[in-house]
């Protein structure tokens, strides 16, 4: 068994789906802005929704608020070197940032509306990433 897709409520989802295409190369399934959501899906087959999110007592635009994140594992030091580059080049806020020469490493950023990022790599040991 796997996890075949994960749905979010993001305050924006053109914004947030344009940055998940853009940064991390996900593929636009679906997307209907007149009903406030996307699909959309990464070079593994998980698939990523998002939903407009808003302030059931308001109707207003809320700010997702969350004790989890999405993690990504990179294959190796180079791709966790270029992400982390990609990203600071696009102006992306940093939660953490990676220090000194890694033999492990990971980073924590923020997606528009909030959503909360871990990018990770680190070195195979015996046959498991």
């Known amino acids: 068994m796997h996890i075949n897709h994960i749905d979010?409520?993001?305050?924006?989802?053109?914004?947030t789906r344009d940055f998940f295409i853009e940064q991390f190369g996900f593929t636009l399934v679906c997307s209907h802005s007149d009903e406030g959501f996307a699909i959309?899906?990464?070079?593994?087959?998980?698939?990523?929704?998002?939903?407009?999110?808003?302030?059931?007592?308001?109707?207003?635009?809320?700010?997702?608020r969350a004790g989890c994140d999405l993690g990504f594992m990179l294959p190796s030091r180079h791709a966790f070197d270029a992400v982390f580059a990609r990203l600071r080049e696009n102006g992306v806020e940093f939660r953490?940032?990676?220090?000194?020469?890694?033999?492990?490493?990971?980073?924590?950023?923020?997606?528009?509306?909030?959503?909360?990022?871990?990018?990770?790599?680190?070195?195979?040991?015996?046959?498991?990433?």
């Open 8 to 15: 979010l409520q993001v305050p924006d989802v053109a914004v």
């Open 40 to 64: 959309l899906r990464d070079s593994a087959g998980l698939e990523l929704g998002l939903g407009q999110l808003a302030d059931n007592r308001t109707g207003a635009h809320a700010t997702v």
């Open 96 to 129: 953490n940032a990676p220090a000194g020469p890694l033999r492990v490493g990971a980073f924590g950023c923020l997606a528009p509306g909030g959503v909360a990022l871990e990018i990770a790599w680190r070195p195979a040991q015996g046959g498991r990433r």
